[in-house]
C-alpha cells in the first residue's frame, strides 16, 4: 500500500522561502518509471501542477513557478523536499505530494495547508 | 484561469448518466491520450478516476468512464449515487515544456 504525508510550516510570512517534505512509503524512488510530484489548491479554487522528480532525478517544473522552485529526493530516507521562494499571501494553499509521473497522480498524500500571511 | 476548460457545476438525480466535458487545445488533450480525471470530495485529497482517456484504476467503479474526442475529453458517470457528488478535475499531459495542466473542476450535485 503506497501512501504519502506532507509537512512543513503552516504559516509562512512574505518574502520568506517554504520548505515541504513529502514522506512516502510502500514504492522506492530508485525503482524505474517511479516519481512524485507536487500540485497545490488554493482555497476554493482549482488544482494547480508545481513540479515532479522521477526515479533518475530527473526533474520537471511548471513553466510560471520555475524560478521559484526545487524538487529534490533523498531515496534513502523516502523522502521528498520542494522549496518555493518569495512567497507571497497569493501562494496560500493546500499543498499535497503524489506519487506518480507527469500523466497521473495516484495516490495523494492528505495535502498540508500552507498560509502566507505576515 | 485554468488551461483546461471544465463546466463549473452539472447535476443529475440518482440512476442517472452524466457527462463532465474537459476542453483543451491541440499542445494537451488534443496531441495526447493522456488525459486523466480526479474525483475530490469536500476537505479530502483528490483521488485518481481514470488515466490515460478511458483506462480504470484498480478499485474504481465501472460506472465511471472516460473519452476523448479531438481537444476534449468527457468523464462519463452512468448510475449517479449520492457518493459521487463531489469536485471532479481533469488534467492532461501538455509536453515537453509545460507538462501537467489541470482543469477548472466541475462541481456534481446528485438532486
Known amino acids: 500500500q503506497i501512501t504519502l504525508k506532507e509537512s512543513g510550516p503552516t504559516l509562512v510570512k512574505p518574502t520568506q522561502t517554504l520548505t515541504l517534505t513529502c514522506t512516502f512509503s510502500g514504492f522506492s524512488l530508485s525503482t524505474s518509471g517511479v516519481g512524485v510530484g507536487w500540485i497545490r489548491q488554493p482555497p476554493g479554487k482549482a488544482l494547480e501542477w508545481l513540479a515532479l522528480?522521477?526515479?533518475?532525478?530527473?526533474?520537471r517544473y511548471s513553466p510560471s513557478l520555475k524560478s521559484r522552485l526545487t524538487i529534490t529526493k533523498d531515496t534513502s530516507k523516502n523522502q521528498v523536499v520542494l522549496t518555493m521562494t518569495n512567497m507571497d499571501p497569493v501562494d496560500t494553499a493546500t499543498y499535497y505530494c503524489?506519487?506518480?509521473?507527469?500523466?497521473?497522480?495516484?495516490?495523494w498524500g492528505q495535502g498540508t495547508l500552507v498560509t502566507v500571511s505576515s | 484561469q485554468s488551461a483546461l476548460t471544465q463546466p463549473a457545476s452539472v447535476s443529475g438525480s440518482p440512476g442517472q448518466s452524466i457527462t463532465i466535458s474537459c476542453t483543451g487545445t491541440?499542445?494537451?488533450?488534443?496531441?495526447?491520450?493522456?488525459v486523466s480525471w480526479y474525483q475530490q470530495h469536500p476537505g479530502k485529497a483528490p483521488k485518481l478516476m481514470i488515466y490515460e482517456v478511458s483506462k480504470r484504476p484498480s478499485g474504481v467503479s465501472n460506472r465511471f468512464s472516460g473519452s476523448k474526442s479531438g481537444n476534449t475529453a468527457s468523464l462519463t458517470i452512468s448510475g449517479l449515487q449520492a457518493e459521487d457528488e463531489a469536485d471532479y478535475y481533469c488534467?492532461?499531459?501538455?509536453?515537453?515544456?509545460?507538462?501537467?495542466?489541470f482543469g477548472g473542476g466541475t462541481k456534481l450535485t446528485v438532486l
Open positions: 503524489a506519487h506518480g509521473t507527469t500523466t497521473w497522480f495516484d495516490p
Open positions: 491541440s499542445s494537451d488533450v488534443g496531441s495526447y491520450n493522456l
Open positions: 488534467c492532461s499531459y501538455a509536453g515537453s515544456s509545460t507538462y501537467v495542466v
Open positions: 522528480i522521477y526515479w533518475d532525478d530527473d526533474k
